[in-house]
């Protein structure tokens, strides 16, 4: 197994943030993006890292954006190739860090849903509707939407990202580039979860980010992974209930059941939540890209 990593430290490389998952560090006109093993639940990094995770969330990113490079470009430079400051710690950052352009980012989420669950399904149950688009009634938890929906969100920084009207993502970014990402984001999504079903896994949502390279449109962050997709087995699907999944869902049940107050400090997870959340995730990897973890 390979080390765990909760934190990186690069001396001599500045760092330009800490998210709740990524170390980002600056090199120019370029950023390199480490994903750690951090997990977090309900907007709170918890103090127990998963093993594999952050090797998981980079080579599946990778194995998307190259799938789909014929949609939209992306940022990846090298995933692989590590300029000369970065030699020493190759070993540290081998299967969980790229080398990316800097993008000037979009001030929006792009979340595409297909199955009713979340956020959604709690909207729908007091609505009727998603986030303003209007559903035909009687649709249970967990059920297939007539087509997939884009619902995007604000950029949160901190605590949670808010579900946005279509107007008002087009008040934020213009309605031409709103429009162009609504587009391929449902695109993208149409594309991968039919490769996901053939493979076993339902893409029930998931959420894009997007960014501007020299005024061109890329894809940039992550890409379909567990943590920023609610994946389903697709063998144990039946709606009108919680859906069993490939994503951190089975840690949010043990925070739920031993009911947690969602504040920091996070408890430590047991060592079954931890294996189960790791083979989950590698899981997902080995059904979606056809291999195992390298």
Sequence with gaps: MHPTVWQTELPGVRLRSRGKVRDIYELGDRLLIVTTDRISAFDVVLPTPIPDKGRV??????????????????????????????????????????????????????????????????????????????????????????????????????????????????????????????????EIYRRASAYARERGIIIADTKFEFGLLRGELIWIDEALTPDSSRFWPA?????????????????????EHIGWNKQPPAPELPAEVVTGTRDRYREAFRRLTGRELS
């Design 235 to 255: 063998d144990g699907y039946v709606p009108g209930r919680p859906q069993p999944s490939f994503d951190k869902q089975f840690v949010r049940d043990y925070l």
């Design 57 to 186: 969330l980079t080579q599946l990113s990778l194995f998307w954006f190259e799938r789909l490079r014929d949609l939209v470009p992306n940022h990846v430079i090298t995933a692989t190739e590590w300029p000369a400051e970065l030699a020493d710690f190759a070993p540290l950052l081998a299967g969980r860090s790229m080398l990316v352009h800097r993008a000037d980012p979009l001030l929006i989420e792009c979340v595409v849903r297909g199955y009713l669950a979340g956020s959604g399904w709690k909207d729908y149950q007091k609505t009727g509707a998603v986030c303003g688009i209007p559903l035909p009634a009687g649709l249970r938890e967990s059920e297939q939407l007539p087509e997939p929906i884009f619902t995007p969100a604000t950029k949160a920084t901190t605590g949670h990202d808010e579900n946005i009207s279509f107007e008002e993502a087009a008040a934020r970014i213009g309605r031409p580039l709103a429009e162009r990402v609504r587009e391929l984001s449902l």
